[in-house]
């Protein structure tokens, strides 16, 4: 019992000199430093350990069934230009989210400030359906130019109905990325017809795909491209890939094509 506790007081005194603040500490209240602490080292995570690329990594919401939406920050917070990538907001489109997992796990990242969403439809991605739980496709239930659409496009009872809809709309509102990427498939190529075709010329030719004009069957309503392209100063892409991309070309070309889209590079080490 009294090595027990002895080891105990040792690992509660290791502890308090690991998390002491590293700050000049003089006038400082507790309540201070507990939220400077907050600001300086957001949400640790022990998986984060092993990837180095990674500097945050936030819950932005949960599905309909429960699931969390994981938001994975990497690059440099300080940097001038804050990007969001996305992936898998159709669940039976699960490839993609590849690329966002290889830029996550990889070494440090330079030169932008970075956030990846791998999954926005986890519970569609469980079931491999396009839809959310509740048979909505997801990204027609944005609420810009929403419309009632049935059948394989139901845009759902009301705008912004959703959960994981509110989720998205709620971090991109915080974050406001200058560029936006929404991975998608599997009608292979970059939708040029945007409201930034530089930057999406950039995309096709570093993504190496074919440059298009997407017109959704003719029911274009409540995406959420063109709820961010309306209502933000940033610029939303829809970029597709095919039914089945390999996984090679994934995680190595279109990863490293995308970083350069950005100006930014995987530090030396
Ligand atoms: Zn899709």
Redesign the pocket.
């Known amino acids: 019992m009294r090595t027990a506790s002895a080891l105990t007081a040792t690992i509660v005194a290791a502890l308090a000199v690991s998390l002491a603040p590293a700050w000049p500490v003089a006038g400082a209240t507790a309540a201070d430093l507990a939220s400077r602490a907050d600001a300086a080292a957001p949400t640790p995570h022990p998986a984060d350990r092993a990837r180095p690329a990674v500097v945050e990594r936030k819950v932005i919401g949960h599905s309909r069934r429960g699931r969390k939406i994981i938001a994975w920050r990497v690059g440099d917070p300080d940097a001038k230009r804050t990007v969001v990538v996305l992936s898998t907001?159709?669940g039976n489109?699960p490839h993609t989210r590849k690329i966002l997992y290889a830029l996550r796990d990889g070494r440090p990242i330079r030169g932008v400030d970075m956030w990846l969403i791998p999954v926005l439809n986890p519970d569609g991605l469980h079931r491999r359906t396009?839809k959310n739980a509740r048979g909505v496709d997801l990204?027609r239930n944005y609420p810009y130019d929403w419309k009632r659409l049935g059948g394989s496009y139901y845009s759902g009872p009301k705008p912004a109905s959703e959960p994981e809809t509110r989720a998205l709309m709620k971090f991109l509102r915080q974050v406001r990325p200058s560029r936006l990427v929404s991975f998608?498939?599997p009608l292979h190529g970059v939708d040029t017809d945007t409201k930034n075709p530089r930057f999406a010329r950039r995309l096709a030719r570093e993504l190496r795909l074919p440059r298009k004009r997407f017109v959704c069957g003719g029911v274009c309503h409540g995406t959420m491209t063109g709820w961010y392209n309306h209502y933000f100063a940033g610029a939303a892409v829809t970029v597709?890939y095919s039914a089945k991309p390999s996984t090679a070309m994934l995680r190595g070309p279109a990863a490293r094509g995308l970083l350069r889209v950005f100006g930014a590079r995987r530090s030396a080490r």
């Open positions: 907001m159709h489109e396009r990204n998608h498939q597709e």
